[in-house]
């Protein structure tokens, strides 16, 4: 390991990642609920009231965060973007209608992604550097094509707790992890069902227990801590005290880097240029590949 | 005397009850592999690899500083692909053993696919390993009824794998196969595991309270111990070796650590164990 992981001798790296998908992540995550204006003003309740819920806790901690939108969320919501974008946040992009990208070939993939970044520039002026799957995946192909259109970093994938390069692009992975999103824990609709088995809205001063107890691991073993929150989520009168807690908590520690994940990618980048071996996103590609 | 009081084990140099740590190191192996569906699916993945690649060095780091030996049940597939990382296993002087190639539901195969599975595993632990597995874990916990007599073929004495009984018992009178049980109650993704596409939980249930969880495993351990009996865990490195989660291993760990005769023990020293003390003649 470099002796150096974050710049100035910070001990961790956190990037705090949201994903303001208005209505669209839930309608492609369960499409029944397509008409259905109650269950659908649950998730559309982040655009009113979560997001600047957001914004003044990021400000009051002088955090900086990652958002993604799909494309379409610019143009239904460009004075939220504007906010964000004065609040010196990064913007990132999820594709035109966070569609799910299993279901499309890499064709309709480029499609949605251009359709996406399009609106964004239109709306903001710019074009995202950072790129976040919906459902997680892609097909092979997509990643050297997200490096052609100046994507520097994606957010979609796991297995690792430090960031790492894709194997067919130097674009950057800041690896996911369930525990550390806000969705499996509190995401709620009587019906049509979410979560799809009605389980009970986890207790917050568990789940903020919980996210303290990762951070500090996080934090002991020098990694990079990527948070995915949502506003419909944790932008709630009720909930965002467990985000103010645990940026408090974070605080505290003063060795935190608090970075955009574009700060991080090109950290990472200038650090090195290569996984360590074995990394699993070889092995994965060492196996795919030889199926053809 | 009371039934329970009466069936009490007995353990070596008179110690109370018996702790066979053991760790499923399934990496990304199991249903979406067998089906390939995996190679277009790198997000869950990369969600596997994690176990071998980052998890199961801190797990060890945690086992060497609390001395306590494991015995960790891997498909021979991750041993194939991060080799280096399962040698490391065997340097800390851990037992490991078979999990099946990529975690194959062993009661959907016929007999001579599960010879085939054990044969192929057997190759792979040499060649890797160098070492000759006397324990076997069934993936996903059900076999056929002919794997019983299968697993000796391969120089397997003890099985882990059944849940219904808190110590161990003869399996096979004929080939002195032993089973060592475990319980669900154990087992890291009945609190901790998630994940999407494939669901799990199947309904998407919320994962655990850190706190709450441990406060479980050591309620099952001191009741374990207050009974004398033995227990071992299902744990996952891709689930309880996420970096907040170790915590809650060395707590448990250290909790164990803290009773008073406690044997801590491979399980392939407890399926051995169980023979030679002669408890080992009751089904």
Redesign the interface.
């Not at chain 1, 459902?135 to 892609?138: L, P, R, S």
């Not at chain 1, 107890?213 to 996080?218: H, P, T, V």
């Given at each position: 390991m470099n002796d150096e992981r974050w710049p100035n001798n910070a001990r961790s790296a956190v990037i705090l990642t949201v994903d303001f998908s208005d209505d669209l992540g839930v309608r492609t995550q369960v499409p029944a609920i397509e008409g259905r204006e109650k269950s659908l003003s649950v998730w559309r309740y982040g655009a009113k009231r979560g997001v600047d819920r957001l914004l003044d806790a990021f400000g009051e901690f002088d955090v900086p965060a990652s958002w993604f939108v799909p494309g379409r969320v610019a143009e239904t919501h460009r004075d939220s973007l504007r906010r964000i974008d004065a609040a010196g946040h990064e913007i990132g992009i999820s594709g035109y209608r966070c569609e799910d990208f299993?279901a499309l070939d890499l064709a309709a993939q480029k499609h949605a992604f251009d359709t996406g970044q399009a609106a964004l520039v239109a709306a903001t002026g710019r074009g995202a550097q950072g790129f976040r799957?919906f459902?997680?995946?892609?097909a092979p192909g997509f990643a050297p094509f997200l490096q052609e259109r100046g994507i520097e970093w994606s957010s979609?994938?796991?297995?690792?707790?430090l960031p790492y390069f894709h194997h067919d692009a130097p674009l950057i992975e800041l690896?996911l992890?369930?525990?550390l999103e806000d969705e499996?824990?509190f995401a709620f609709n009587l019906a049509p069902p979410v979560?799809?088995?009605?389980?009970?809205?986890?207790?917050y001063r568990?789940?903020l227990?919980?996210w303290k107890?990762?951070?500090?691991?996080?934090h002991?073993?020098g990694?990079c801590f990527v948070l995915r929150l949502h506003p419909e989520i944790t932008g709630t009168a009720g909930r965002i005290g467990i985000l103010r807690d645990l940026l408090a908590a974070m605080r505290e520690r003063g060795d935190v880097w608090f970075a955009t994940g574009a700060q991080v990618a090109q950290w990472w980048r200038s650090q090195r240029d290569a996984n360590e071996p074995?990394?699993?996103?070889e092995?994965?590609e060492r196996?795919?590949s030889a199926?053809r | 005397m009371r039934a329970i009081e009466a069936a009490r084990p007995h353990w070596p140099e008179g110690r109370r009850s018996c702790v066979a740590l053991a760790f499923d190191l399934d990496g990304p192996t199991g249903g979406a592999m067998l089906d390939g569906s995996i190679w277009r699916n790198p997000s869950y993945f990369t969600l596997g690899a994690y176990g071998p690649w980052r998890a199961l060095g801190r797990i060890l780091d945690v086992l060497a500083e609390h001395s306590v030996p494991a015995t960790f049940f891997i498909p021979a597939w991750v041993i194939e692909n991060w080799p280096a990382q399962c040698r490391a296993i065997v340097e800390h002087g851990h037992e490991v053993a078979y999990h099946g190639y990529m975690h194959e539901a062993f009661w959907t195969l016929s007999p001579d696919e599960q010879r085939d599975v054990m044969a192929r595993s057997m190759r792979l632990f040499d060649r890797h390993l160098g070492v000759r597995p006397v324990g076997f874990r069934t993936p996903s916990g059900d076999w056929s009824v002919e794997t019983m007599r299968i697993l000796p073929e391969f120089g397997v004495c003890y099985s882990s794998s059944m849940r219904g009984d808190d110590r161990p018992y003869l399996l096979d009178a004929a080939s002195g196969l032993i089973e060592i049980p475990a319980r669900w109650e154990l087992d890291d993704y009945a609190s901790l595991a998630y994940q999407r596409n494939p669901d799990f939980p199947a309904g998407l249930d919320r994962i655990a309270s850190y706190e709450t969880t441990l406060d479980n495993w050591c309620r099952e351990f001191d009741g374990s111990h207050h009974d004398g009996l033995a227990m071992t865990t299902l744990f996952h490195p891709k689930v309880s070796g996420k970096p907040g989660r170790i915590a809650l291993l060395e707590e448990f760990v250290g909790h164990m650590r803290a009773a008073r005769g406690v044997w801590f023990a491979k399980c392939s020293e407890v399926a051995s164990w169980w023979t030679a003390s002669g408890q080992g003649t009751t089904t």
């Open positions: 299993d799957s459902t997680g995946n892609w979609s994938w796991r297995g690792d707790d690896p992890h369930y525990e499996p824990y979560p799809v088995g009605q389980s009970r809205i986890a207790s568990e789940v227990a919980n107890q990762d951070f500090d691991a996080f002991r073993f990694l074995g990394h699993p996103v092995i994965f196996h795919r199926l | -």
